[in-house]
Every structure is written in structure tokens, then in C-alpha cells.
């Protein structure tokens, strides 16, 4: 069997590359002239949710561990303006914003939670 890592154990891991891949898909139909405008900075954003997170869990210490759970969490905020702006720009529908919106509320009070234990834990 393979070798399963600590993050990959974690909800909130598992709900963020969700959520990217959600971005994806929603993404490859936005208008081709934000290929490096909305398109490259909601993917990024999204991939450093669960990019931080699983960076996160790998370091020794729990303060460092809650560092990367505040960029986590500051990467989906980042996430939600540009939903927001997306959204007005019609390049998502009302159904998508309100989906996206509720997994990143999710993903966010996960977050909040997770940090709050790790700085509890120092």
C-alpha cells in the first residue's frame, strides 16, 4: 500500500483540491483574453489553499504549522474577490459564485479552526 502523507488525511486538504479543481473547470470558460488575468490568478490562488496546507503540516513546530494556515486562509480570501469580480463580470453564473462561495466558507472556518488549535498547541 502506498505511503499516505498527514495532509492528505486532513478535510480541509481534501476540500481545497476540490475546490481547485472546481476552479479549473469553471475557468476553462472564461473568455480567452484572461488567460493571464483572472483564469492564471484563480488558479494560483487556489492551488496555494491546499499547497500551504500541505506545506503546512510538514513543519515542526506549531506556530510555523498556523503560519501556513494563515497564508492557506489569506489565499482563499484572495479566491473570494476574485469569485466576486468573476461573478460581476459575468463569467460565472449566480449557481457557481453561491457553490464556490460555500465551499470556501467551509475551507475557511476549517482553516480558522485548524490554526486555533496549532497556536493553542505551542
Not at 490568478?41 to 494563515?70: P, W, Y
Amino acid at each position: 500500500m502506498k505511503y499516505v502523507y498527514g495532509f492528505e488525511k486532513l478535510q480541509v486538504w481534501i476540500e481545497s483540491k476540490e475546490l481547485t479543481k472546481n476552479i479549473y473547470k469553471i475557468t476553462q470558460k472564461f473568455p480567452e483574453n484572461e488567460k493571464f488575468g483572472l483564469i492564471s490568478q484563480l488558479r494560483r490562488a487556489s492551488i496555494s489553499v491546499c499547497s500551504n496546507i500541505a506545506e503546512g503540516v510538514s513543519r515542526n513546530t506549531h506556530k510555523d504549522k498556523a503560519r501556513f494556515m494563515i497564508i492557506a486562509f489569506s489565499s482563499a480570501v484572495e479566491v473570494v474577490n476574485q469569485l466576486i469580480i468573476s461573478h460581476e463580470l459575468d463569467f460565472i453564473t449566480q449557481k457557481q459564485y453561491q457553490d464556490l462561495r460555500k465551499q470556501l466558507e467551509s475551507i475557511t472556518n476549517k482553516l480558522n479552526a485548524l490554526r486555533k488549535y496549532q497556536i493553542s498547541n505551542q
